[in-house]
């Protein structure tokens, strides 16, 4: 059975910087596309990054945009998100999720596209 499980999280001041990681068990690692997603309360999960089996191929959500940066090791079978110049609406619960198939195809943004979850880990930004 896979199991995601997420750390990192914790309370920073907006401009902080925060490193979360997704170390993955019961599967072959390296060969699945990771994503980050999060879920602010009352809101819908959304998505937030996604990184190809090798790392070569890296995708973000506007808003995180030359904050964020997805990176993985597969030796380690770990993804991680390096969260930098954090804002208050980035406060969420964080999910890494295993993507369906081995390939980042057009769909990585779709929770749909992910049949693997973590438990989450909380990250709160204050003013």
């Known amino acids: 059975q896979v199991q995601l499980v997420e750390s990192g999280g914790g309370l920073v001041q907006a401009g902080g910087s925060l490193r979360l990681s997704c170390t993955a068990s019961?599967?072959?690692?390296?060969?699945?596309?990771m994503g980050w997603f999060r879920q602010a309360p009352g809101q819908d999960r959304e998505f937030v990054a996604v990184?190809?089996?090798?790392?070569?191929?890296?995708y973000y959500a506007d808003s995180v945009k030359g904050r964020f940066t997805i990176s993985r090791d597969n030796a380690k079978s770990t993804v991680y998100l390096q969260m930098n110049s954090l804002k208050p609406e980035d406060t969420a619960v964080y999910y890494c999720?295993?993507?369906?198939?081995?390939?980042?195809?057009?769909?990585?943004?779709?929770?749909?596209?992910?049949?693997?979850w973590g438990q989450g880990t909380q990250v709160t930004v204050s003013s």
């Open positions: 990184i190809s089996w090798s790392g070569g191929s890296k």
């Open positions: 999720a295993r993507k369906r198939g081995t390939f980042l195809d057009d769909n990585y943004s779709q929770r749909e596209a992910y049949n693997y």
């Open positions: 019961g599967s072959t690692f390296s060969t699945y596309t």
